[in-house]
């Protein structure tokens, strides 16, 4: 089962900043990484799919990258509501899948 | 506009079997895609339970693929999930979804609150 870790655990940024969320992989993904955004009381919202292919919605001040075993979100220009959790999971064609622990954005 | 709705008993005993049901609406499930269940005890992270394809064939997380199982029911456009022997390590926020592509969701119910206590 591949396992992903998040870093950092916890991001504590201002309004207009540049935020970098990292996610790796214990074993190669390709580009089978997707990113959700998680507000409190809500479901997940998915962002990023294919390591970089914004969902329909989202604006473009997300954008993600990466490719094997390491990948990036990153929010240029942090807004209010973007302080929130943040995970990355593996989506390969053919599960199982799994999730990371998640990056907390901490005003 | 695609909607999806979590259902079932919020309170199940240690021991016995969780069963929830998803009632999608605005797209049939046999058309593509696969509906999954990813689950999210209080406080931490999200962990997938496990998915449906749309041609039936269903996909388990392996720590939980010996009490867990999964089934269609495309006349009424519902995916159900059943999770036997259930302890107090089961309780969590019930998630359902639509993969997107493979595991990337991008539709989701509103989630289900489960506690496991007697």
């Known amino acids: 089962e591949i396992l992903l870790t998040q870093f950092p655990a916890t991001l504590s940024m201002s309004p207009g900043e540049r935020a970098t969320l990292s996610c790796r992989a214990s074993q190669s993904l390709s580009r089978s990484v997707a990113w959700y955004q998680q507000k409190p009381g809500q479901a997940p919202r998915l962002l990023i799919y294919g390591a970089s292919t914004r969902a329909t919605g989202v604006p473009a001040r997300f954008s993600g990258s990466g490719s094997g075993t390491d990948f990036t979100l990153t929010i240029t220009s942090l807004q209010s509501e973007d302080f929130a959790v943040y995970y990355c999971q593996s989506h390969s064609n053919r599960p199982p899948w799994t999730f990371g622990q998640g990056t907390r954005v901490d005003i | 506009q695609v909607h999806l709705q979590e259902s079932g008993p919020g309170l199940v005993k240690p021991s016995e079997t969780l069963s929830l049901i998803c009632s999608v609406s605005g797209f049939s499930i046999s058309s593509g895609y696969y509906w999954g269940w990813i689950r999210q005890p209080p406080g931490r992270a999200l962990e997938w339970v496990g998915s449906?394809?749309?041609?039936?064939?269903?996909y388990y997380s392996p720590s939980l693929m010996s009490r867990v199982a999964m089934s269609a029911d495309t006349s009424k456009n519902q995916v159900s999930l059943k999770l036997r022997s259930v302890t107090a390590a089961d309780t969590a926020v019930y998630y359902c979804a639509r993969g997107l592509v493979g595991g990337a969701s991008d539709y989701w119910g509103q989630g289900i609150l489960v506690s496991v206590s007697s």
């Open positions: 449906m394809y749309h041609d039936g064939d269903a």
